[in-house]
């Protein structure tokens, strides 16, 4: 499983529409939207998965240069919700280079949504010509993307927050649960963190809201914030977890503290801004703000500090957080592949 910053093919978006949990501010997540594909398009490819033909298609065309636009892929399918991180394709590159798109079995983060159009959407892209390199089901096994994030040579992090939830994959233990990731994901180890799980968080505590990895043997990881905050506590065990580790060849890692992004609340319930939840793409970083002008600058700065050779661009997902998910959430890399798949691309 390749590191996030290595070379991309492009993005996959689903996109918002009436009959999502969006419904309600629908214009600003699509602004949102737009927004993403913009920064994604000037770097690279995009594919759009829209409920209804022609629909996202409009909406950029009006925001995109000709050539961004050329840059689009879009496949019509309907979806339950938008967050491509957890029911988009898991890509594997070989040591020969072949591409394998896995399809794991999403089913709304165990059970808590409804999942079955989103569950359907890979084997359509499939269907379709529209995946990279060879596709495998893998739908026996239930695994989001943002559950799991990969150094590129062996190494998966994970929780156990997320992976031993109700609903997931039981009654399978911790150490079939490992053995099966290794075996799936072809992993060398299973690196299974216990703390850290954000107020607000509706997925079982994803390791991408808490714990980011990044070259060099780099851990970006959500700081323990004020000792006011009831969050604190966790994440002070999460730093000293994350202290004791060692990489695969036994050496301690890089360790970079991101802020504690200021409480955000919405009818009493305090919602899960992270500023762990950016997207790396090719030549950039896109990094969630909170109009948090001192926390937002400070987490610019310190991103770009573990990926100093790219552009950052920070989009405000104030709206996204409604819906207790980020900008990575939202959003699922597709390596590159010899031959780009031949779609509805204009």
């Known amino acids: 499983m390749p590191g996030e910053w290595e070379q991309q093919w492009g993005v996959m978006l689903t996109w918002p529409h009436e009959q999502t949990d969006w419904a309600c501010y629908l214009d600003d997540i699509t602004e949102t939207y737009l927004q993403m594909a913009d920064a994604i398009t000037r770097h690279e490819h995009l594919l759009v998965v829209e409920p209804v033909h022609g629909y996202a298609e409009r909406l950029l065309q009006t925001r995109l240069s000709p050539t961004q636009q050329q840059r ?3 496949h019509t399918f309907e979806s339950d919700d938008t967050w491509a991180r957890d029911h988009g394709p898991i890509t594997l590159v070989g040591n020969d280079g072949a591409l394998r798109s896995l399809d794991f079995h999403f089913n709304g983060w165990g059970k808590k949504f409804p999942a079955e159009k989103d569950n359907a959407i890979n084997r359509s892209l499939y269907e379709a010509g529209l995946l990279h390199g060879d596709y495998e089901s893998h739908l026996d096994f239930v695994l989001e993307g943002g559950s799991i994030e990969s150094d590129g040579r062996g190494t998966v992090f994970t929780t156990s927050t997320c992976l031993l939830a109700p609903h997931r994959n039981q009654p399978l233990t911790r150490d079939k649960i490992e053995q099966q990731l290794k075996r799936r994901l072809h992993a060398r180890r299973i690196v299974w963190l216990d703390h850290g799980e954000l107020e607000g968080d509706d997925t079982d505590g994803h390791i991408d809201t808490i714990v980011r990895v990044a070259p060099d043997d780099t851990l ?9 905050d009831p969050q604190h506590d966790d994440f002070t065990l999460l730093e000293q977890q994350l202290r004791a580790l060692h990489t695969i060849e ?15 609340y919405e009818d009493g319930e305090r919602l899960p801004a992270t500023y762990a939840n950016f997207l790396v793409i090719n030549g950039a970083v896109i990094y969630p703000t909170y109009a948090q002008p001192e926390n937002d600058e400070q987490a610019r700065e310190t991103i770009a500090r573990a990926f100093p050779d790219r552009e950052m661009i920070g989009i405000d997902a104030r709206t996204i957080i409604r819906q207790h998910g980020s900008i990575h959430c939202l959003t699922m890399q597709i390596n590159t592949h010899p031959d780009p798949p031949k779609g509805r691309e204009h």
């Open 72 to 74: 689009v892929v879009y």
């Open 220 to 228: 970006l990881y959500v700081g323990a914030g004020d000792n006011d």
């Open 250 to 264: 036994g050496k301690p890692y890089r360790l970079i503290a991101l802020p504690m992004a200021d409480a955000i």
